[in-house]
């Protein structure tokens, strides 16, 4: 059984947050309003239900890979897979584990809700560091803004393309959250253009 679950009993209120309010659907919605260059090869870490990988492969085409540490989550994945009709490969791994090679495989890679603890932050920072020295060309990771998150964005921005900006929005959910993006040298995600900076906060309806 996966820590997160392992833990429920020392971080109690955390899981519950995450759970009350739902960081995919905000990353998902950041998403849309940009969208994905087809065919986009994308990673998404710790993907639990897996709803912004199901999603990324079928409105955008992307070719998805979705990881989790826990492999009690991918039969739920393959189901809402099937009834998506696309396709999603399967990674049972830690932040960890992950390869600069590993990381190189991929354009675009995103998380939600994936850094709830303390000790998760290294092995995001580290990954995020790996991730851009291997050429990927963006990653964003979305949260309530809960102090792991925002000690990985601490950590992060002084990286360089780096930004933390607040995504509100209100359909068909009333949903906010904060998305640190980073991104690599690859040049597509650039065009998608910034968003930090406080008054470009965004709100979308
Ligand atoms: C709070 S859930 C979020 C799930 C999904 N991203 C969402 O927004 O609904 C966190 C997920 O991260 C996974 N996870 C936790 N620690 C991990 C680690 N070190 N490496 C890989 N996955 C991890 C858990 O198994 C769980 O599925």
Redesign the pocket.
Known sequence: M????AGVTDSRRD?KR?HRK???FVLLDYLHQRGIPPQTRVL?????????GVACAKTFQAQVTV????AA?FPYLQLHAARNGIHLATRQ????DLTPQDLAAFELIV????C?WED?VD?LYQLVRHGVAAGVAEILVADPSRPPFDELCARCVPLGDAEVFTWTMTTPVAETGRILRVVGRGTEARHAGRHAGGALDCTRS
């Open positions: 996966m820590p997160w679950r899981v995450a739902d960081r995919s998404e870490l710790g993907c639990g239900w897996g709803l912004v990881l989790d540490a826990d989550v791994s830690t932040f960890a998380g939600a809700d994936i709830f998760l092995s």
